[in-house]
């Protein structure tokens, strides 16, 4: 249940209650009308029992009275006519419980009803029961039989009357059968409606979350985002509320932490720069003060002291110019300027300029489709100017260097692969060769790698690389198109 979204959730709960409430009105609904349909049979027959006993007295007292000896020839007719009328069958027997005269007699043989009244009956009678139900027979063979005793014009038993009752139970069954039905089809129906319902509400309750959701995704605490409206003053609107406050202070905390971490980064770039700019003033100052003590000792070879202390600054400014330029080149990073170029001309001119200045051999795999896209071409210039110099400058010089440059479509994108067959990156230097002033060479401010990673990101690109120690790198940019 934990694996399902909040509107499934939602919808099964509903479905569950529906299922269960009609689960247990349907049970309430059939006991209620089998007990109800069985006390309106019951009363159904008692109404004619009670319809044949009057009609009995009527005829006992147009004929004027009787005893229990004449009953059969009094009642040779009248039994049928009263039978027929009711659509029953009628037995009459005398006090001892022998058949005086029945309606069918046929009824004995082919259902099994007993000529004589038990015993226990007609005691039951003598010492005052007015009716007596009994049941026989099995399952669909099942029937009643009813008895009573009729009296005189005096009330004063003359026998007793019995009359069986068949296909009860089959109707009772019959009418279950059909109520079942009407009940099943009724729940079908009910249950189609409640389903329909149960989907539109948790649509309308997820639907609510959903859209909220849906404007959280979208948030940036590095910009300016608008708060959530609610109309409602509900749970939901309250949920709003309090993310619209806690939006607040994390887009200030925000703030201050982009703040904090530019400061903190600009000291450490400052450290880095002060440290590689007092590396050369250092010898510079000795040598200037070294030529200085030589030309007021007047020494004879004051003028190769000279020119080798220029020799020397000239290189020491050399790196400090380099130093600057790099600096200047990640932190100035003028905003792109995208237009239509095509990728393989801007390799190409990478790969000219380190060829005419390497033995190393660069190999470049040409496509066969078209690699137009908009980008800045001189900062994608750079790109591939730092990602070669790097390659090559990763090779040992004993060793006969490789550089592999292939172009390849990925995902709607274009896959440009750089490879080289150097020393490789090292484990424990891998996670930091992407970080600002990070730098495995003696030369340089370590800014090269994270400039490209700069570059790519802006332009909705991605940087990353696969090494093997002692066989080379190959490193994998993503261009959008």
Same mark, same amino acid.
């Given at each position: ?173 019959? =009418? !279950?059968? %059909?109520? +079942? &039905?009407?009940?099943? #089809?009724?729940?079908?129906? *009910?249950?189609? /409606? ?81 440290? =590689? !700019?007092? %590396?050369? +003033? &250092?010898?510079?100052? #000795?040598?200037?003060?070294? *030529?200085?003590? /030589? ?84 900062? %994608? ?5 730092? #990602? ?94």
């Amino acid at each position: 249940m934990k694996r399902l979204n909040l509107k499934t959730r939602i919808y099964l709960s509903i479905i569950a209650m529906i299922l269960v409430s009609f689960f247990a009105t349907g049970i309430f609904a059939y006991t209620n009308f089998k007990s109800r349909n069985e006390e309106y049979h019951s009363s159904r027959l008692e109404r004619k029992e009670k319809a044949i006993q009057a009609s009995m007295d009527y005829f006992l007292e147009q004929q004027g009275g009787a005893n229990t000896d004449s009953i059969p020839v009094m009642f040779s007719n009248k039994i049928c006519e009263l039978a027929d009328v009711h659509n029953l069958d009628l037995n009459l027997y005398d006090l001892e419980g022998k058949l005086l005269i029945s309606s069918n007699p046929n009824i004995f043989t082919e259902k099994g009803i007993p000529q004589k009244v038990p015993n226990y009956i007609l005691q039951k009678l003598t010492d005052g029961a007015v009716r007596i139900v009994l049941e026989k027979g099995k399952s669909e063979d099942e029937f009643y039989l009813a008895y009573w005793h009729f009296s005189d014009l005096e009330g004063r038993p003359l026998g007793v009357t019995n009359i069986p009752y068949f296909d009860i139970q089959n109707e009772n069954r019959e =009418e !279950i059968e %059909n109520f +079942l &039905t009407d009940l099943i #089809l009724i729940y079908v129906g *009910l249950f189609i /409606a409640a389903s329909i319902l149960a989907l539109l509400l948790s649509n309308y309750i997820t639907q609510s979350l959903q859209r909220i959701g849906d404007k959280m995704k979208g948030v940036d605490l590095g910009k300016i985002n608008t708060p959530l409206e609610w109309e409602t003053d509900d749970e939901i609107g309250s949920l709003v509320t309090e993310y619209n406050r806690m939006l607040k202070e994390a887009e200030k905390s925000a703030v201050a932490i982009a703040r904090s971490e530019r400061e903190s980064a600009w000291r450490e770039m400052a450290k880095q720069v002060a440290h =590689e !700019i007092k %590396n050369p +003033l &250092t010898p510079m100052k #000795l040598r200037i003060q070294h *030529l200085q003590r /030589a030309m007021e000792d007047k020494d004879p070879d004051w003028q190769d002291k000279f020119k080798n202390t220029a020799v020397s600054l000239i290189n020491q400014i050399d790196t400090l110019t380099n130093i600057a330029n790099e600096f200047s080149n990640f932190a100035q990073m003028p905003k792109s300027k995208l237009e239509a170029v095509e990728l393989v001309d801007i390799i190409q001119d990478s790969i000219e300029t380190f060829t005419l200045e390497s033995n190393v051999n660069i190999e470049f795999l040409k496509p066969s489709f078209s690699t137009k896209l908009r980008a800045d071409k001189n900062q %994608n210039l750079r790109v591939f100017n730092n #990602l070669i110099k790097n390659a090559i400058q990763s090779i040992p010089k004993d060793t006969k260097g490789q550089v592999h440059i292939e172009i390849k479509e990925y995902e709607e994108m274009l896959l440009v692969e750089v490879r080289d067959n150097g020393t490789g990156v090292p484990e424990a230097v891998q996670e930091k060769i992407f970080v600002p002033n990070f730098t495995t060479k003696s030369k340089g401010m370590g800014l090269g790698l994270a400039m490209v990673k700069n570059i790519l990101e802006n332009h909705g690109g991605k940087i990353w690389f696969n090494t093997e120690i002692g066989q080379g790198t190959t490193f994998y940019l993503t261009f959008k198109r």
